[in-house]
């Protein structure tokens, strides 16, 4: 079972890692994006940092 959560960790961290990049980038303006996709993607990144943020605390007790 731990195994299993530490994949999901590392693959949340991966997925986390890209929408930081989106976001950067599409704020940035250097990726022509509607705000709409911004501001969705940027909830997305929210809900799965805490996800993976309490996954990662979990899976240390």
């Known amino acids: 079972m731990g ?8 693959v ?3 997925v986390n890692l890209l929408l930081v990049a989106f976001q950067l980038l599409s704020g940035l ?3 022509k ?12 990144l ?3 940092a805490a996800l993976h ?9």
């Open 12 to 14: 949340l961290g991966v």
């Open 46 to 48: 929210a809900v799965l």
């Open 53 to 61: 943020g309490a996954l990662a605390v979990i899976i240390n007790l």
């Open 33 to 44: 994006a509607p705000f709409s996709l911004h501001r969705k993607t940027g909830i997305a």
């Open 3 to 10: 195994k299993i959560i530490a994949s999901v960790v590392l």
């Open 29 to 31: 303006r250097l990726v």
